[in-house]
């Protein structure tokens, strides 16, 4: 049987090791709860800056559209310099004058009418028919669905009004007829007198003999634009 002394020490040392183990944890948990407060400062703070670049991403680039929607205007019925918008795109002027539409031009097959946003239309829903392109001088207007359908197949598109010169329409004329993959009708609802129309560009010129027009067909007839290279202009509607 131990001294009362030996008992004695044996439950101070016990007592002094669990406090030892008790401070020990404390300790511990004190290092825990100092990380976790660290690590969530940190995450607070990335999604903070996450939140920040969001919002000014958004921002930014709302104030892109918002000055491309202020900047453009209406071109259904006018065809001057300049970028102008509708409906879903916006003319793009190149410094040679050619006018590029900046915006989605469908090519579903349609056989009701279509509202285009650029007259004459450069693109777009059409019929399934197309109009006769194999050179072909038409005297009265053709359906823009028919002749957009031509457009895909890499024709151009020369419209007149009776503002032009009959010589010049006289010249255009025999330019087509030597011309495969065009076609070329009156067109009343057109701010210039001759415009030249490709699938998604279009040209206004002042005479037959502009030399821009030789480029315009050299460039486009059959050129890069044309969604359906190859395709027959010929056996078309003729009227």
Do not use: I
Request: charged share 20%; aromatic share 6%.
């Amino acid at each position: 049987m131990g001294s009362p002394t030996t008992d004695n020490d044996s439950s101070s040392a016990r007592k002094a090791h669990v406090a030892e183990m008790r401070r020990a944890e404390q300790a511990r948990r004190r290092r825990l709860r100092g990380l976790t407060v660290a690590a969530s400062a940190v995450v607070v703070a990335g999604l903070v800056a996450g939140a920040v670049f969001v919002v000014k991403a958004r921002s930014d680039d709302g104030g892109k559209k918002a000055a491309a929607a202020a900047s453009a205007t209406d071109d259904t019925k006018n065809a001057g310099t300049g970028p102008k918008s509708a409906a879903g795109g916006q003319w793009a002027t190149g410094a040679d004058g050619v006018r590029t539409w900046k915006g989605p031009l469908a090519r579903n097959h349609v056989t009701t009418p279509v509202t285009y946003p650029m007259r004459p239309p450069v693109g777009g829903d059409h019929n399934p028919v197309w109009a006769d392109c194999n050179g072909t001088v038409y005297t009265k207007p053709v359906k823009d669905e028919m002749a957009v359908h031509s457009l895909e197949h890499g024709a151009v598109w020369v419209t007149y009004t009776d503002r032009a010169a009959k010589s010049d329409v006289a010249a255009l004329a025999a330019r087509v007829k030597a011309t495969p993959y065009t076609l070329m009708s009156p067109y009343a609802d057109q701010s210039a007198p001759l415009v030249l129309s490709a699938w998604g560009h279009q040209l206004s010129v002042r005479a037959a003999d502009d030399p821009a027009v030789d480029t315009f067909f050299a460039t486009y007839v059959q050129g890069a634009q044309t969604p359906e290279p190859g395709a027959s202009c010929s056996s078309g509607m003729m009227q």
